[in-house]
């Protein structure tokens, strides 16, 4: 596509349930990474992934939070048992190689209630 | 660990005039990456510029130009003209040039733009 597609764009969630954000990079990048936004703060570090192989996903904040990208384009990111502090703004981004600049989407703002 | 400080919360500038924006950062490495991305009331996130630490000639983009200052781990972003558009928060970020290819934001300086 034209650009990184984040979708939903906003999703309000009670406590306790599952949630999975997906992403879809610009066609054939290589590089997927996902960031997580507090409000008022800069984008941190979640995971990343090259082709289907995650790389590094020493953000991830605790065994509640995994992604995958089973076929090295699409991604998806899922908390399970959301607790209010998941509340943030969750932001993918990709690049054609690892050593480009990133192309970013424009987020999915999640709620938990 | 990398770590990247912005020491203005906020700035305010008036249109046409020229705005300077701080970044200092903090690493071990020689070989690396910076970078400032805006995000607009919009809440996208932009590239900006880009500078690699290799290279001793500043990054200009347009109206944007960098001080990049390697001794003192310095990057700073210069806006000349400041056109309203330009209202936004803006990012520095540092990433590594060895293996490890994830961003490291600083918090963030909002910028104003008045007419």
């Known amino acids: 596509g034209a650009g990184v597609s984040q979708s939903p764009r906003y999703k309000v969630t009670k406590r306790g349930q599952d949630v999975a954000l997906r992403c879809d990079p610009i066609s054939g990048h290589v590089s997927l990474y996902w960031y997580r936004q507090a409000l008022g703060q800069g984008p941190e570090f979640l995971t990343y992934f090259n082709y289907e192989a995650q790389q590094d996903k020493s953000g991830l904040p605790n065994d509640r939070f995994s992604a995958e990208r089973p076929e090295g384009s699409i991604s998806t990111l899922t908390i399970q048992r959301t607790e209010q502090r998941d509340s943030a703004m969750y932001r993918c981004?990709?690049?054609?190689?690892?050593?480009?600049?990133?192309?970013f989407g424009s987020g999915t703002r999640l709620t938990v209630v | 660990a990398q770590t990247v400080t912005q020491s203005q919360p906020e700035m305010s500038v008036q249109e046409a005039e020229t705005v300077t924006l701080s970044c200092t950062y903090d690493t071990s490495e020689n070989n690396y990456y910076l970078f400032w991305y805006k995000q607009p009331p919009s809440r996208q996130m932009i590239l900006v510029i880009r500078?690699?630490?290799?290279?001793?000639q500043n990054a200009t983009e347009n109206r944007f130009s960098v001080n990049f200052q390697k001794a003192a781990k310095s990057f700073s972003l210069k806006i000349s003209d400041s056109q309203l558009g330009d209202t936004a928060m803006y990012f520095c970020a540092f990433r590594s040039g060895g293996s490890n290819y994830k961003l490291t934001f600083g918090k963030g300086t909002l910028l104003t733009v008045n007419p």
């Open positions: 500078q690699e630490a290799y290279k001793q």
């Open positions: 981004a990709s690049s054609l190689a690892e050593r480009d600049g990133y192309t």
